[in-house]
């Protein structure tokens, strides 16, 4: 055993290790050993600071890895200390690594801080040492504080990029990002990895990506930063989803003109399909009015007209990204289709006759049948034009049944009355 070195213990008997523990208290009281009175134990040469109360330590930077050792002056003590900072302020950012045995990290705000470290001690069998003062005493050590200073400079504001995402884009619509950076001054901005989308470009003064999209697809890619001034730099992956314009079509009975037809008490139904942009479509009348009987949901135009009338009305389509589409439609309802109740005028036997059939409302062009009869003889029916024509052959009164179709199918029919006066008698010569 050295004359200051630490007591290693390899188990001695039972009545020495009383007793030195009883001798360890008593010269403890005699001597003031136990109190918590400073003894200067670090070794600041060693931890590269100068000086004493305080020790100055190494000058830190914000932003920039810091480290200095925690020396003592007995290397022994290491294994029986544990090191912490008593009071004071130390640097935010930075930690005592009591197993390493330093000071490390990176430093968060700039000053001067000055802080006391205390060194305590294990109180254990192996961390007796001996009493230089008193042979053969052997006694605990006692805490020891020594102050220090460390100065932290200002460093260089991080270059962090953003922003974290990207908005979609849409074919054929104008589409900006603006790249942000947590450090105004002037920078380089590149892509250094990927590619952006067709049609879209990166301004390498501004960091602003800008253009008209012109092809659909996932673009990734990465943006660089490089600060004019210095080393400092940073890149920021992004990805931008390029979708379809949004497009409104309709389905029959609309024609390419976005015009439809109806009839009141004929049901109606029409679709409007939408395609392009992503997600659920959302779907809203934004101008105009439908006929009274119908509706618009999820694109369908459905219902039975019980007004006639023309309807103009804009549609619009929302997916679920906010791209928007229009529909601009028009309706026109037609009154319900029916037989014109004009009589037809009378015909007479030999004489040609011709009378037209007409049709009220409904939607053009009409076709007819002859549904119960029959004509007069020498009548005929052409069911293209409605037209009863002929030589009337017999004279009579007679009953016919008509029905009209018009272009929706609706049907109309009437029971019209045809009367035939006989052929005039000859004149008889006198004489």
Do not use: H
Request: glycine share 12%.
């Amino acid at each position: 055993m050295g004359s200051s070195g630490r007591v290693c213990y390899l188990g001695p008997p039972v009545g020495l290790k009383r007793l030195l523990i009883l001798v360890v208290a008593a010269a403890a009281m005699s001597l003031g050993l136990a109190s918590s009175a400073p003894a200067g134990n670090f070794d600041e040469q060693r931890m590269g600071c100068t000086g004493e109360k305080p020790g100055i330590c190494p000058t830190g930077t914000t932003g920039t890895p810091y480290q200095i050792p925690i020396e003592l002056v007995n290397d022994e003590d290491e294994g029986c200390s544990v090191t912490r900072v008593g009071s004071g302020s130390f640097p935010p950012g930075l930690v005592i690594e009591s197993d390493a045995l330093r000071i490390s990290g990176t430093p968060t705000q700039a000053g001067t801080f000055d802080f006391f470290l205390t060194v305590s001690y294990d109180r254990s069998e192996s961390c007796l040492y001996e009493n230089p003062e008193g042979s053969g005493v052997f006694v605990y050590k006692t805490p020891s504080d020594d102050e220090f200073r460390i100065n932290i400079n200002e460093g260089l504001a991080k270059l962090t990029l953003g922003p974290e995402a990207a908005a979609p884009a849409t074919v054929g619509s104008p589409y900006t990002l603006q790249m942000t950076a947590t450090v105004a001054d002037a920078k380089t901005w590149s892509i250094s990895a990927g590619s952006l989308p067709t049609g879209v470009a990166l301004n390498a003064a501004t960091g602003l990506i800008s253009g008209t999209p012109t092809t659909a697809g996932q673009f990734d890619f990465t943006v660089s930063a490089k600060m004019n001034g210095d080393t400092r730099s940073d890149t920021k992956a992004l990805g931008i989803v390029v979708r379809e314009r949004v497009a409104i079509t309709g389905s029959e009975p609309f024609t390419t003109a976005r015009r439809a037809v109806g009839e009141v008490t004929s049901p109606f139904e029409a679709m409007l399909v939408a395609s392009g942009g992503t997600g659920t479509y959302t779907w809203s009348l934004t101008s105009g009015t439908l006929p009274d009987g119908l509706a618009l949901a999820e694109g369908a135009i459905a219902g039975t007209p019980t007004e006639s009338g023309t309807y103009p009305f804009i549609a619009t389509v929302t997916d679920s990204e906010g791209r928007t589409a229009t529909y601009p439609g028009r309706i026109v309802v037609a009154t319900k289709l029916a037989i014109s109740p004009v009589p037809l005028r009378p015909g007479k036997v030999g004489k040609y006759y011709s009378a037209k059939l007409k049709t009220l409302g409904g939607v053009k062009p009409a076709t007819w049948r002859l549904v119960r009869g029959p004509l007069p003889r020498g009548l005929r029916f052409d069911r293209a034009f409605g037209q009863i024509y002929g030589t009337p052959r017999l004279a009579g009164r007679y009953r016919v049944t008509f029905e009209a179709r018009d272009a929706l199918g609706i049907r109309a029919t009437k029971t019209i009355r045809i009367q035939v006066a006989a052929a005039p008698k000859p004149k008889r010569l006198s004489g």
